[in-house]
């Protein structure tokens, strides 16, 4: 990259010694410590600005004389814009430093908040992927968990509003909970009422206002998680469902993708004073080799150049149903390639296949 500016100072100063009396093209030197301050840093875009000098120098001393009233004046100038932008240059490298160390923190900080899903828990093979954002330096909402209990497994998949300290805060505490609670065996409104709880209230308070009840003090619109927990029973061929306001899951079966819609889904969770006042439960049937995929909005909402936003449902009936792991490499590839290699928004996709009798672990 060092060259271009080089280049530039030598083909410059070369047509402008060539160039009739009445042209002078010692102003365009000006571009080459510009063009290096777009990549180096002020000792590097200081130096190039000093051999623009030279060569302006050279020049003038070629074509009348370097005290040369023009000449005079074109170096004084070449000197001062080199001084402005090696400064901003040290202003860039010292951002570009601060947002390492952002991402650096942030990458660090998700990784021992959002756990790595096991690849085994019972019957069922799981594979799990977290797609980051590349727009910002900031960490996402998205969140998945799984725990296993004695008759079976549980899943949580959501995403928090917003982005920073503040998302992962919420992230960390939904996690938390959903992993303390989800031990106890109760059934899925009271673990849904915990999570509400633990994140937007005290655990140890009263239950979200009904429907009716003045909630203006304690429902902050502003946050809220979107969720989906699902209960898989090892010995029951059927998925328990509480949607709470997030993207259906997707079930995968026989080549034909459904989406498990529940008829009467909750409020996001830190607005549960607005709906009902207890989660209703939907079940469907997951049979062996069923496969169902759980994803937050970054995955649906991710555009292409056109605009056109991501056809999870169509995309997902070409991709592999016997390996998860294989099934979510496949779209992880397949998303990017339509968002152009990155993303606006954080996507997290958690897929979940129940096994034949007496399938390997793998």
Do not use: W
């Amino acid at each position: 990259m060092i060259l271009i500016p080089l280049v530039l100072i030598v083909v410059i100063s070369a047509v402008d010694m060539l160039a009739p009396p009445e042209v002078h093209l010692g102003p365009l030197l000006v571009a080459a410590p510009a063009i290096t301050a777009s990549f180096a840093g002020p000792r590097t875009t200081l130096a190039v600005g000093a051999a623009a000098v030279v060569a302006q120098g050279f020049v003038a001393a070629v074509r009348t004389t370097i005290v040369d009233l023009n000449h005079s004046v074109q170096i004084a100038a070449l000197v001062l814009i080199s001084l402005l932008v090696a400064f901003f240059a040290r202003l860039r490298e010292r951002h570009e430093r601060q947002l390492r160390q952002l991402r650096s923190v942030a990458e660090a900080t998700q990784a021992v908040v959002q756990r790595p899903l096991p690849a085994r828990m019972g019957p069922l093979r799981i594979a799990s992927v977290y797609l980051a954002a590349e727009a910002e330096a900031q960490i996402g909402g998205d969140l998945y968990a799984a725990v296993r209990t004695r008759h079976g497994s549980r899943f949580l998949v959501g995403d928090v509003r917003g982005k920073g300290l503040e998302a992962i805060g919420e992230a960390s505490l939904a996690l938390g909970a959903f992993r303390t609670a989800a031990y106890r065996q109760v059934d899925l409104p009271r673990l849904i009422a915990h999570l509400e709880k633990a994140v937007f209230g005290d655990p140890d308070g009263p239950d979200p206002p009904e429907i009716g009840a003045d909630s203006s003090d304690s429902v902050d619109a502003e946050s809220f998680i979107t969720a989906v927990v699902l209960d898989i029973p090892d010995a029951e061929p059927v998925i328990h469902l509480v949607d709470c306001g997030h993207p259906p899951p997707l079930l995968l079966r026989d080549g034909r993708v459904v989406p498990l819609e529940s008829r009467q889904p909750a409020p996001p969770l830190g607005l549960m004073g607005l709906g009902p006042a207890e989660a209703q439960v939907e079940s469907f049937a997951f049979r062996e080799g069923d496969l169902v995929l759980l994803y937050t909005d970054g995955v649906i909402e991710a555009r292409n150049s056109s605009g056109n936003f991501y056809p999870l449902t169509e995309r997902l009936g070409f991709g592999p149903s016997d390996d998860p792991r294989a099934l979510l490499r496949s779209l992880c590839q397949d998303l990017l390639a339509h968002a152009g290699g990155s993303l606006g928004d954080d996507a997290a996709m958690v897929a979940i296949r129940r096994e034949t009798a007496g399938a390997s672990d793998g």
